[in-house]
């Protein structure tokens, strides 16, 4: 059982670059998340889906777009990477709204 | 703005000791206190949870203490481990959901 599959594992871009963070659970899981983590900040909300067919932002969604392309698969975008952006980044998913988060094991992004 | 304020930064304790993680939010319409442990390399996973209708949780050596008058919360783990060795973030929703605030984490080292 893989749980929350995210890929790729690390990524180096260069400013202005443009790239997709793919997202997959296999828990037949209802909602999912994005998460950045940053030093010192813990992890602040980028985007969510509470369901299949809809998206909402989350706290820190300037920058990002995302597509809940089927119940399974919920990817994050990048059209324009900035520096801002170097962090690990998380996917995570959850059955209903009151159940725990199951997180991936995240991806590592730099962007130079 | 930072809602759910955790200390201290980093904790080093002996194996067998108390360590105790503090957080205190700001919005009183958070009604969901989760806390999650991270290892190297991995999401962060649940570890316990409590919601403010009770003062005290306790799942096997880890206790979570509520205080809702004075807005705080805090993670205790009794006889600690090296396998303990984690950071631990404590979080915070509204209306009992996963749209988390997190804390800025704790790094926990339990030495032999």
Known sequence: ?112 | QQQVKQSPQSLIVQKGGIPIINCAYENTAFDYFPWYQQFPGKGPALLIAIRPDVSEKKEGRFTISFNKSAKQFSLHIMDSQPGDSATYFCAASKGGGNKLTFGTGTQLKVEL
């Open chain 1, 1 to 112: 059982n893989a749980g929350v599959t995210q890929t790729p594992k690390f990524q180096v871009l260069k400013t202005g670059q443009s790239m997709t963070l793919q997202c997959a659970q296999d828990m037949n899981h209802n909602s999912m998340y994005w998460y950045r983590q940053d030093p010192g900040m813990g992890l602040r909300l980028i985007y969510y889906s509470a369901s299949e067919g809809t998206t909402d932002k989350g706290e820190v969604p300037n920058g990002y777009n995302v597509s809940r392309l089927n119940k399974r698969e919920f990817s994050l975008r990048l059209e324009s990477a900035a520096p801002s952006q170097t962090s690990v980044y998380f996917c995570a998913s959850t059955l209903d709204w009151n159940s725990p988060l199951h997180f991936g094991n995240g991806t590592r992004l730099t962007v130079t």
